[in-house]
């Protein structure tokens, strides 16, 4: 009797197990901690970037010049150093940070940040060298491009062809005129070699312009051979563009779509680009951007994940197959986290998030699930 009932325990545990392991709904594949939304660091002073580094670190810049490199498993801080000359001024400071594609070999990295020059406030692309935990200056790539309290663009992407290409948006620094010139580098895409030399594809013989009439694009990515930027509105009209050779994007002639008259004329006279999504009468300052493709997260695969300053949330806009369109969106986190500045997504897909409150209250968080 005592067998049979040791037998009837042992059956019922063994698929009391079976229905457990059936209806997990969470796969955890490695052992990092299950929480769906962990702090990773606080205390942090308007972190502008986050980058998933080819290392599996996480890289952060603050304004303020502070570059970090944090270990995303334990929260730790493993490397952090300051630039000497970033000025941070209103909105400008140190900004972008992207990895070289070989960095895992040559410690190459490009970072944005503003600087003062004989009481003129400016910006540059420089190239560094990470290499024995210590920073090396490289190279500028680019500098004396104007910058301001405001609207000073600033994300990098480096493109995955053959021969990659290093971009980089600039805002208009607020003279918004600046951004239909093509003698000036505000209000732009700019395109390099990853030796800083001028691409001999480029648009303009010996110019970085790759496209212009931009305000302040703060969000770039590039996903199935599409680039995508997102661009501050003024009081309406925030944008996400595709962003092609050699486009007008319109900025200041136009705003969103080419949909009143002086705007259609303008839009047919200047082979302008329209946002594949723009926000219509309001603005949400939608600034740091990331294409989101995993299982993990299965609602946002094929979405651009967009974090916004002013609305305080993440919009998931679903793209068609194609990646040419904006299917759905959703709004998630509204007032979780305060002000969001930036994201990064890492190869398990997880999602993390930076936010711009200031005052040294800071956070870099990690989304596990939705
Ligand atoms: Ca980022
Ligand atoms: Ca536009
Ligand atoms: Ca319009």
Not at 106 to 125: D, P, Q, R, S, T
Not at 157 to 170: D, G, N, Q, S
Not at 267 to 276: F, H, L, R
């Amino acid at each position: 009797m005592r067998i049979i009932s040791t037998l009837v325990i042992v059956f019922f545990i063994v698929l009391q197990s079976c229905k457990t392991k059936n209806n997990d709904v969470v796969v955890v594949p490695d052992d990092w901690p299950t929480d769906s939304i962990r702090i990773l660091k606080n205390n942090l002073n308007f972190p502008w970037e986050i980058l998933w580094g080819k290392d599996d670190f996480i890289w952060m810049t603050e304004r303020g010049g502070k570059i970090s490199k944090i270990n995303p498993k334990t929260k730790e801080v493993v490397f952090s150093t300051s630039l000497p000359d970033a000025v941070s001024n209103g909105e400008g400071g140190l900004l972008g940070l992207v990895q070289h594609p070989d960095f895992l070999t040559n410690g190459f990295f490009y970072a944005v940040y503003n600087y003062n020059n004989g009481g003129n406030y400016l910006e540059k692309l420089v190239q560094f060298k990470f290499i024995n935990n210590n920073l090396q200056t490289v190279a500028t790539i680019i500098d004396n491009i104007p910058a301001s309290s405001i609207h000073n663009g600033s994300r990098l992407w480096i493109t995955t062809e053959a021969a990659p290409k290093l971009f980089m948006t600039t805002g208009d620094a607020s003279v918004a005129n600046n951004a239909l010139r093509t003698s000036s580098l505000s209000g732009k895409v700019l395109r390099f070699n990853l030796d800083g030399s001028i691409p001999a594809d480029n648009p303009i013989s010996g110019s970085p312009i790759w496209s212009l009439g931009h305000r302040n694009p703060q969000g770039l990515v590039m996903a199935n051979g599409i680039m995508y930027a997102s661009e501050h509105g003024p009081n309406v009209e925030d944008e996400v563009n595709i962003i092609e050779k050699n486009r007008n994007y319109g900025w200041p002639t136009v705003t969103g779509p080419c949909n009143d008259p002086a705007e259609i004329t303008f839009c047919a006279a200047n082979n302008v680009k329209e946002p594949i999504w723009s926000s219509g009468n309001v603005t949400f300052a939608y600034c740091g951007m990331d294409y989101y493709n995993n299982d993990r997260i299965a609602a946002w695969k094929n979405c651009l994940l967009l974090t916004s300053l002013k609305d305080a949330n993440l919009r998931v806009l679903k793209l068609s197959t194609d990646g040419l369109s904006v299917v759905s969106e959703q709004q998630l986190f509204k007032n979780k986290f305060g002000r969001i500045r930036d994201i990064c997504v890492s190869p398990a897909g997880r999602v993390y998030l930076c936010t711009g409150n200031g005052g040294n209250a800071d956070v870099l968080v990690e989304i596990s699930q939705p």
